[in-house]
């Protein structure tokens, strides 16, 4: 067990809707980051948050956004969703930039 | 599971032999690595990292290596056991400035009993 909690473990959802996925770091660690799993893309790097403030950016699309909240759980939204964002979304956490990540379990989206 | 879609690097060890797997990083300025290890339906699982400043670091059966003239890093398992059975990721920071892990495309390791 990583220390890293992510809730759901599975989502299924129409196209065009709406998603959240949260993410309760490990107890200290301060940096949050978002990964995205597809089966032809392998683990792309979406977005990171430190201590409530963004502060990376990957190819993450516009429809979707991500918060770090003062007790330091993120979220991960996304609209519009498309039959193309079916994937595993991953969750890390690290102490802050340049330690080890730890990951959570993901969450598996289907869109249908 | 994960990644089968993917057309990953295939390594296939005989158990108890040594693996090594290799990795090439794309950025120059990269100055800290990790390897993960990702289990079927499994987030992936921090194995060992390295910084810039060093060329070789050790762990529990695993070694980490770091050419930064060439930037290749690998990993080199001991004793290989089934349950090294898995798809092997490294990650590197771009840059000092920088707070994300890019992840290479992975290999797949098999051990055969």
């Known amino acids: 067990d990583s220390g890293v909690t992510q809730t759901p473990k599975h989502l299924i959802t129409a196209t065009g809707q709406r998603v959240t996925l949260r993410c309760s770091p490990r107890?200290?660690?301060?940096?949050v980051y978002w990964y995205q799993q597809s089966l032809d893309q392998g683990l792309q790097f979406l977005i990171q948050y430190y201590n409530g403030e963004e502060r990376a950016k990957g190819n993450i699309l516009e429809r979707f956004s991500a918060q770090q909240f003062p007790d330091l759980h993120s979220e991960l939204n996304l609209s519009s969703l498309e039959l193309g964002d079916s994937a595993l979304y991953f969750c890390a956490s690290s102490e802050g930039g340049n330690t080890e990540a730890f990951f959570g379990q993901g969450t598996r989206l289907t869109v249908v | 599971g994960e990644n089968v879609g993917l057309h990953l690097p295939t390594l296939s060890v005989q158990e108890g032999d040594n693996s090594i797997i290799n990795c090439a990083y794309s950025?120059?300025?990269?100055?800290?690595f990790i390897w993960y290890k990702q289990e079927s339906g499994k987030g992936p699982q921090f194995i060992i990292d390295i910084r810039s400043n060093m060329d070789k670091r050790q762990g529990q059966r695993v070694t980490v290596l770091l050419n930064k003239t060439v930037k290749h890093l690998s990993l080199q398992i001991a004793a290989t056991q089934p349950g090294d059975s898995a798809v092997y990721f490294c990650?590197?920071?771009?840059?000092?400035?920088?707070?994300?892990?890019?992840f290479g495309t992975g290999t797949r390791l098999k051990v055969l009993a």
């Open positions: 107890s200290g660690d301060l940096s």
């Open positions: 990650a590197e920071n771009p840059s000092s400035g920088t707070y994300k892990y890019i």
């Open positions: 950025n120059s300025a990269s100055d800290y």
